[in-house]
């Protein structure tokens, strides 16, 4: 005897699934990120006690009065070099992250990363060609540095994107990279090129390429903060649909999707946010792959939980790396990105070896 | 609900839950790939309920057909749903009316069964495809239909091949359509699991009240399952209609270029044994002698 599917019983209460994000997964992350921004604001060269620096901090919040007994110095220290430098480290982070899993998503690919796929290069490319033209001094309100190097970063990944795909439809695991090593190395030889023959810039494309969150300030902050609101808000919503164009393109266009719909909408929202991010940051890689595969790892594959899971522990490890590059070698200052490369590189051969097996 | 109401309550006790059954129809599907003509000018009509299965040699132009239906070719002509011509539907629209098992399904690494099979709600859901309490409640309902409630928390990818199969068909299912397609669902398993699935598959016809359409290599399941058989060559129909009168030995002569044995069963189902054509210059070795 057989029942039909409605005969069943309807009372009993559906187990839960991964496909949510859930309350604890959600306070873990915030935790994450609320530790990453203490111990990020109360570290640096001059030594400020921790606890002060949590009183500090809790003090401006609104509705709250509370006296840390810092000097004017140190709250200047707190409030206009570090404070700024861990909203940025964490939005940074976020950014990297966030838009690497969205990356990973809509290619179907779990190597695919903003940095291995041109985007830093990009950035590069367009800072340089602003350096040289003499933008780099600024023109009143608007940087133009970051700007060029925005356009940079999106021209190098949506080339990338574009030849590593067929009709619309991702191409291998490899390719996508591959197409991403080689528009890479196109744009850097187009930047080298630039650079040798402007060598009067050499070292402001330097400190550039290596990295401004040392010298960043609220202004850099106030830069980011709208292609982060638009690119966070963006996955944000597209987390379901992510979830649904994991089964490939023709299953969800049976399932009612518009896979290239979907596609194009996320790769511009999260190659928005990357480049955003790199613009400011200088190059920083691998974070996209890092993060949102430690999360796969622990809270499984859905996007509901990948995405926003990858924007609060990509920005606070970003901060924590940046606490790192800034003592490891104190007083000077290690360039983030070695920091970034260094877990990362032996992390991306984890994977690629585990996907060339299976 | 015990077997004896199901044989003397035919057809489609899915009526009780207001499923209609959905008739449907390709007119004039025409498909070019690449400078081929895949399919030419096809007119196929099957009615609310039943099971048509396409057979036909290999590039005859079955899966084409299929994904006509689905949506995700272009073609010239028509397909209609009911009195709908699909051209004419949302793409979401379509999805609630049509479920695809494909032949070969994209499943994602490391997604648990339950969360597979939620994917099926999707053309039920809202921009931001959000699961209700009633999608999963659906879900829940199917994973206990076809017993893989154990399995719910499993990732698909670890599950055996006749598993899989039914957790690929449990999606189909949740999205609760009228019309359900399966391109080639018994290849890879074995002659065991393949009744499993396709008497399943029957039952579940019945249930629903679903038109079932399938693409087959096995002539025997087709004739024994269908209702309706059509058969393809080179793109176009060159036969369709009762198993008993289509799956015969001229159609298989001409079409797949083979001898072929029919037997009819009292339920007028259509088994099929083809012989071998050529044997090569040997000595056969002698019956039942032991063998090393």
Same mark, same amino acid.
């Given at each position: 005897?057989?029942?039909?599917?409605?005969?069943?019983?309807?009372?009993?209460?559906?187990?839960?699934?991964?496909?949510?994000?859930?309350?604890?997964?959600?306070?873990?992350?915030?935790?994450?990120?609320?530790?990453?921004?203490?111990?990020?604001?109360?570290?640096?060269?001059?030594? #400020?006690?921790?606890?002060?620096?949590?009183?500090?901090?809790?003090?401006?919040?609104?509705?709250?009065?509370?006296?840390?007994?810092?000097?004017?110095?140190?709250?200047?220290?707190?409030?206009?070099?570090?404070?700024?430098?861990?909203?940025?480290?964490?939005?940074?982070?976020?950014?990297?992250?966030?838009?690497?899993?969205?990356?990973?998503?809509?290619?179907?690919?779990?190597?695919?990363?903003?940095?291995?796929?041109?985007?830093?290069?990009?950035?590069?490319?367009?800072?340089?060609?602003?350096?040289?033209?003499?933008?780099?001094?600024?023109?009143?309100?608007?940087?133009?540095?970051?700007?060029?190097?925005? #356009?940079?970063?999106?021209?190098?990944?949506?080339?990338?994107?574009?030849?590593?795909?067929?009709?619309?439809?991702?191409?291998?695991?490899?390719?996508?990279?591959?197409?991403?090593?080689?528009?890479?190395?196109?744009?850097?030889? #187009?930047?080298?090129?630039?650079?040798?023959?402007?060598?009067?810039?050499?070292?402001?494309?330097?400190?550039?390429?290596?990295?401004?969150?040392?010298?960043?300030?609220?202004?850099?902050?106030?830069?980011?903060?709208?292609?982060?609101?638009?690119?966070?808000?963006?996955?944000?919503?597209?987390?379901?649909?992510?979830?649904?164009?994991?089964?490939?393109?023709?299953?969800?266009?049976?399932?009612?999707?518009?896979?290239?719909?979907?596609?194009?909408?996320?790769?511009?929202?999260?190659?928005?946010?990357?480049?955003?991010?790199?613009?400011?940051?200088?190059?920083?890689?691998?974070?996209?792959?890092?993060?949102?595969?430690?999360?796969?790892?622990?809270?499984?594959?859905?996007?509901?939980?990948?995405?926003?899971?990858?924007?609060?522990?990509?920005?606070?490890?970003?901060?924590?790396?940046?606490?790192?590059?800034?003592?490891?070698?104190?007083?000077?200052?290690?360039?983030?990105?070695?920091?970034?490369?260094?877990?990362?590189?032996?992390?991306?051969?984890?994977?690629?070896?585990?996907?060339?097996?299976? | 609900?015990?077997?004896?109401?199901?044989?003397?309550?035919?057809?489609?006790?899915? =009526?009780?839950?207001?499923?209609?059954?959905?008739?449907?129809?390709?007119?004039?599907?025409?498909?070019?790939?690449?400078?081929?003509?895949?399919?030419?000018?096809?007119?196929? =009509? +099957?009615?609310?309920?039943?099971?048509?299965?396409?057979?036909?040699?290999?590039?005859?132009?079955?899966?084409?057909?299929?994904?006509?239906?689905?949506?995700?070719? %272009?073609?010239?002509?028509?397909?209609?749903?009911?009195? =709908?011509?699909?051209?004419?539907?949302?793409?979401?629209?379509?999805?609630?009316?049509?479920?695809?098992?494909? *032949?070969?399904?994209?499943?994602?690494?490391?997604?648990?069964?339950?969360?597979?099979?939620?994917?099926?709600?999707?053309?039920? *859901?809202?921009?931001?495809?959000? /699961?209700?309490?009633?999608?999963?409640?659906?879900?829940?309902?199917?994973?206990?239909?076809?017993?893989?409630?154990?399995? &719910?928390?499993?990732?698909?990818?670890?599950? %055996?091949?006749?598993?899989?199969?039914?957790?690929?068909?449990?999606?189909?299912? /949740?999205?609760?359509?009228?019309?359900?397609?399966?391109?080639?669902?018994?290849?890879?398993? $074995?002659?065991?699991?393949?009744?499993?699935?396709?008497?399943?598959?029957?039952?579940? *016809?019945?249930?629903?009240?679903?038109?079932?359409?399938?693409?087959?290599? !096995?002539?025997? +399941?087709?004739?024994?399952?269908?209702?309706?058989?059509?058969?393809?060559?080179?793109?176009?129909?060159? /036969?369709?209609?009762?198993?008993? !009168?289509? +799956?015969?030995?001229?159609?298989?002569?001409?079409?797949?270029?083979? !001898?072929?044995?029919?037997?009819?069963?009292?339920?007028?189902?259509?088994? +099929?044994?083809?012989?071998?054509?050529?044997?090569? $210059? =040997?000595?056969?070795?002698?019956?039942?002698? $032991? &063998?090393?």
């Amino acid at each position: 005897m057989s029942k039909t599917l409605d005969d069943l019983d309807s009372k009993q209460a559906p187990l839960a699934d991964q496909a949510r994000l859930g309350i604890g997964w959600l306070s873990a992350g915030l935790a994450a990120v609320l530790v990453a921004a203490l111990v990020s604001v109360a570290s640096g060269p001059v030594g #400020i006690p921790f606890d002060r620096v949590a009183l500090e901090v809790l003090g401006r919040l609104p509705l709250i009065n509370l006296d840390s007994g810092l000097t004017d110095s140190q709250q200047a220290i707190v409030w206009e070099l570090r404070a700024p430098r861990m909203v940025l480290g964490l939005l940074v982070g976020a950014l990297l992250a966030g838009s690497g899993a969205a990356y990973q998503g809509v290619f179907r690919n779990p190597l695919a990363d903003p940095f291995l796929l041109g985007i830093a290069a990009g950035a590069g490319l367009g800072a340089t060609i602003a350096i040289v033209a003499g933008l780099g001094d600024g023109l009143g309100l608007i940087d133009p540095v970051p700007i060029a190097a925005f #356009i940079g970063a999106l021209l190098a990944v949506t080339t990338a994107g574009t030849l590593g795909m067929r009709r619309g439809a991702p191409m291998s695991t490899t390719t996508l990279i591959l197409t991403g090593v080689a528009v890479a190395s196109f744009f850097t030889a #187009i930047q080298t090129f630039i650079q040798q023959r402007n060598a009067e810039n050499l070292r402001q494309v330097f400190a550039w390429i290596l990295g401004r969150l040392s010298t960043a300030g609220w202004d850099e902050v106030l830069l980011l903060l709208p292609y982060a609101l638009v690119c966070g808000l963006g996955l944000v919503l597209s987390v379901g649909a992510l979830d649904v164009l994991a089964v490939g393109d023709d299953e969800a266009a049976s399932l009612g999707l518009r896979p290239q719909t979907v596609r194009r909408v996320v790769l511009v929202v999260a190659s928005l946010g990357a480049a955003a991010a790199v613009s400011v940051s200088g190059l920083i890689g691998f974070v996209g792959l890092i993060i949102p595969h430690a999360v796969r790892l622990v809270a499984g594959v859905s996007h509901r939980r990948v995405i926003p899971l990858s924007f609060l522990f990509g920005g606070a490890f970003l901060a924590l790396t940046d606490v790192a590059a800034r003592t490891v070698q104190a007083p000077a200052e290690l360039p983030i990105g070695v920091i970034t490369a260094f877990i990362g590189a032996p992390f991306f051969l984890s994977i690629l070896r585990r996907q060339t097996n299976s | 609900m015990n077997a004896g109401s199901r044989s003397t309550d035919p057809p489609l006790r899915g =009526k009780r839950r207001g499923i209609k059954p959905l008739e449907l129809a390709w007119s004039g599907i025409t498909v070019d790939l690449g400078g081929n003509r895949v399919l030419d000018n096809v007119d196929l =009509k +099957v009615a609310g309920g039943t099971w048509l299965s396409l057979i036909g040699p290999n590039g005859a132009g079955k899966t084409t057909m299929i994904r006509a239906l689905a949506g995700t070719i %272009s073609h010239a002509g028509t397909i209609t749903l009911g009195t =709908k011509d699909v051209a004419e539907t949302h793409h979401r629209e379509r999805a609630q009316q049509v479920a695809v098992v494909p *032949q070969h399904p994209l499943i994602p690494s490391g997604i648990p069964t339950f969360d597979y099979v939620l994917l099926g709600r999707t053309p039920h *859901q809202g921009m931001r495809f959000s /699961a209700s309490h009633n999608d999963r409640q659906i879900v829940h309902n199917v994973l206990t239909r076809l017993g893989l409630l154990n399995f &719910m928390q499993r990732r698909v990818e670890t599950l %055996s091949g006749g598993e899989r199969q039914r957790v690929v068909l449990a999606r189909a299912l /949740a999205q609760q359509s009228p019309v359900l397609v399966l391109d080639e669902p018994t290849s890879f398993l $074995d002659v065991g699991h393949q009744m499993d699935v396709l008497e399943l598959i029957a039952e579940l *016809q019945i249930e629903e009240a679903l038109t079932v359409v399938t693409t087959l290599h !096995d002539l025997s +399941v087709a004739g024994q399952f269908a209702d309706q058989v059509a058969v393809l060559a080179e793109g176009r129909l060159v /036969a369709n209609g009762h198993p008993v !009168d289509v +799956v015969t030995p001229e159609t298989i002569r001409t079409h797949w270029g083979v !001898d072929a044995h029919t037997d009819i069963d009292e339920r007028g189902g259509v088994t +099929v044994t083809v012989k071998r054509r050529r044997t090569p $210059d =040997k000595e056969p070795l002698p019956k039942g002698r $032991d &063998m090393p």
